[in-house]
């Protein structure tokens, strides 16, 4: 049976379908798609017309092709999704939806299937907006992305995909609230590195738990009289004078093991040419999963 889907966008994954629902529900409007999980064969999504289709077929047994929509092929794949998804009717009442969109509403999924959209809008300003979005749909028969706060005023920000769906509208939601938070910061750290930077007068480096330079700045890289791209080859000890090396070995090597937050010392870093700096420097760990994944350092003269 597998072997009828043996061409190009005849098949995919779940994991693919969850994350580009829009894409896999046109290629479903033209030929019937095969969903896998975990390499075999789990649904066939198909067009609501092919669906209908095969419900009038004479050589099908009674109640062989009246699917429940709840427990149907759709939401079967939806029961896999990360992101909540909702089925509304022509009047936006809601038709089915998965246990992500469940919880979100603080409700059980039978409580939820008896939600009116439009009586929720009239008292909730979040409400409204989505109805709005959702009538679009429904007038253009076209899909629409688009950002919202969360319905319950909780603070959240949500990136939402609606679509036409069985005769109505449906909606995937995913909640972007610690994404746009981690952009802000990221915008944030950008713009104070480049004030550092700016002042030339603080040297900014990273390294990697083993101690070799992955990136310096400019003002470090010119002071030394080498280029970024040779001190990123270098390991940190090796430019440090002897007298400091094994303390400053010793920090760096606490910091990588997690038995230290911070370490500050200072120390003498020798010149390409000839000569040496004296740096005051603190280092910190950059961590990823409670793991030091490189050493963040910053040094100002001594």
Same mark, same amino acid.
């Given at each position: 049976?597998?072997?009828? =889907?043996? =061409? ?14 829009? /894409?896999?529900? @046109? ?22 017309? *092919? /669906? ?11 109640? *062989? ?10 939401? $079967? ?9 909702? +089925?509304? @009717?022509? @009047? ?19 409580? !939820? ?29 076209? #899909? ?7 319905? $319950?005023?909780?603070?959240?920000? %949500? ?21 746009? @938070? ?6 944030? +750290? ?9 002042? %030339?007068?603080? #040297? ?7 101690? /070799? ?12 009289? =080498? ?56 280092? $910190? ?16 003269? !001594?």
């Amino acid at each position: 049976m597998a072997g009828r =889907f043996d =061409f190009p966008d005849a098949k995919t994954t779940a994991g693919e379908i969850s994350r580009n629902f829009g /894409y896999w529900q @046109d290629i479903a409007i033209k030929h019937p798609v095969l969903v896998t999980h975990h390499g075999r064969p789990r649904v066939v999504v198909l067009s609501s017309d *092919e /669906y209908f289709k095969l419900c009038a077929r004479k050589d099908i047994a009674p109640g *062989e092709a009246q699917t429940d929509p709840v427990v149907d092929g759709v939401s $079967t794949l939806s029961a896999h999704m990360l992101e909540g998804f909702v +089925w509304l @009717d022509a @009047d936006l009442r809601v038709r089915a939806l998965n246990s992500v969109a469940a919880a979100n509403m603080g409700l059980d999924v039978d409580e !939820a299937v008896t939600l009116d959209f439009e009586l929720l809008a009239k008292t909730n300003e979040s409400m409204a907006s989505l109805v709005s979005w959702l009538r679009r749909v429904q007038r253009t028969s076209e #899909a629409v992305r688009f950002e919202m706060a969360g319905v $319950t005023g909780s603070g959240r920000s %949500y990136s939402m995909c609606a679509f036409p769906f069985r005769g109505g509208v449906a909606y995937t939601y995913l909640q972007e609230t610690e994404i746009r @938070d981690l952009r802000r910061l990221a915008g944030r +750290w950008r713009a104070e590195l480049d004030a550092v930077n700016a002042l %030339y007068e603080v #040297a900014v480096l990273r390294l990697n738990p083993s101690g /070799y330079i992955e990136e310096a700045n400019d003002f470090l890289s010119e002071s030394l009289g =080498f280029s970024r791209s040779e001190l990123a080859r270098a390991r940190l000890i090796d430019i440090i004078t002897p007298a400091d090396r094994d303390e400053i070995a010793a920090g760096l090597r606490d910091i990588a093991s997690g038995a230290k937050s911070k370490f500050i010392g200072v120390c003498s870093l020798m010149l390409k040419a000839s000569g040496q700096t004296r740096l005051k420097i603190s280092c $910190t760990p950059i961590l990823h999963d409670g793991v030091c994944a490189a050493i963040a350092m910053v040094g100002v003269e !001594a």
